[in-house]
């Protein structure tokens, strides 16, 4: 894969820029000069020439980072498959190639990556570094929380200056623009889109904003753009605490789990007490089981609670960085004070009794804290009237992205969606079974509306 980064930031030189008549809005669009990749002999890489700030069409302009695996029977091509994998700080380019998708898929559509602003090789944010020493995320008194917001905005100063101007248009509009930017390049007068996670946020925005050049999409393990702070942080929790409700009652019908026979909830109250005096602590142990519960990898599980067995865990390359441009830019995460910051902690442990909240939105609620001003993408009821029927696909018991959210998508927009339920567990639906992959499969090459739900797969 670093090779694959160093061609993707080797083909900037290649780029060809050609002014087109193309929306007034849009500004100049750029072609694609694609040259191979050289550790991946199936994929092609390119850079798109965009506008730094799309209101400023024709300002100062920036290169993304692009993936593509042409389609292996040109003659049944369906078009373009724009694809992200998330994160956010996921690269869509090195996505476009991977092997998740089926050989139908990979064969009837040019699928293609754009390393989303921030992320990648496109001016990726680097600050994790700068946030050495963090003061805890829970504080328990004023004090704590004003040494929290004072490191957060040190922080956030350092990150903004040594990035550059990327820092302040990295939101999922911004990003929704770019995708359209690179239809318009590839020439496509529609596209299909794919997104897992954070990239149905941009899939969203995309429907949104350009819903009539959409000809399918998929929405894999939705994030709900529409929520507050309160849900945010509230409807993770509660997904948290399903998620362990699952695993205890594998426990009580598995005899390879090790603590089958015993009280799962009450071992976990045990063992919570044990970290107290250990590395990393109580709030470490949470952390863990909860990368368990999202895997899902229940063995682990159940011996984080037995012998408390810990891995090293991470997400995407710059994912600590980025969310502070990204996400915090796209939900109305400004915790004001530690009045504000009780309450969403009250709701996070009322929702939340044995996990205690969920450490993804907890930590992303946190980061924010300090952002100045309105999100630049605020949180909005969906509108996409003009949008074909989107598929949304959620497993029942996903800590990362609740049920409970991609519910409220079909709900806000019962018209232009549908929902495919995967009965079972862990965080991205799609390869989790023969339904779940077929399903999505025959929507993308048919536009076929596949059942309501799929059975869990043990």
Known sequence: MRTMRRALAASVAAVVLVVTGGAAHAGPASSIAWAPCPDNPDGECGTLSVPLDWKK?????????????????????????????????????????????SPEVRARFDIVGIDSRGTGNSLALRCADLMDGQPSIYPEDEAGFAALLQHNKNVLAKCRERSGPIFDHADSAA????????????GERKISYFG??????????????????????VLDSVVD????????????????????????????????????????????????????GEPGGRQGLL???????????????????AVQTLRTQAFEPNY????????????????????????????ELRRSPIMRGSFLGHDEATACIGVPGPPASPPHRLDIADAPKILVLNAKYDPTTPYAWAVNIKRQAPRNTAL???????????????????????????????????????
């Open 287 to 305: 952390d863990h089981m909860y990368f368990a519960l999202r895997g899902p990898d229940w063995l682990w599980a159940a011996d984080l609670i």
């Open 175 to 186: 990003v929704a623009q770019d995708v359209d930017a690179a239809r318009r390049a590839l």
């Open 225 to 276: 753009h529409s929520v507050d702070a309160r849900r945010f942080v509230g409807d993770r929790a509660a997904a948290a605490d399903d998620a362990f409700r699952e695993f205890a009652s594998w426990c009580d019908r598995t005899a390879d789990c090790v603590l089958h026979g015993q009280d799962v909830r009450a071992a976990w109250e045990a063992a919570l007490v044990r970290a107290d």
């Open 196 to 217: 897992l996670s954070y990239g149905t946020v941009y899939g969203q925005m995309y429907a949104e904003k350009f819903g009539g050049k959409v000809r399918a999409m």
């Open 420 to 458: 495919l339920t995967y009965e079972g567990w862990g965080h991205i639906a799609y390869p989790r079974s023969a339904c779940t992959r077929g399903g999505v499969d025959d929507y993308l090459l048919d536009l076929k509306t596949p059942a309501v739900s799929c059975p869990a797969v043990p």
């Open 320 to 347: 600590e960085s980025v969310r502070l441009a990204t996400v915090c830019q796209d939900f109305s995460l400004r915790i004001r004070n530690f009045q504000e910051y009780q309450r969403l902690r009250a709701e």
């Open 57 to 101: 069409p024709r300002g100062e302009r920036i290169d993304l980072a692009l993936g593509r695996h042409r389609a292996t029977d040109p003659a049944r091509r369906l078009g373009v498959l724009m694809v992200d994998p998330g994160g956010p700080g996921g690269s869509a380019a090195e996505f476009a190639l991977s092997g998740l998708f």
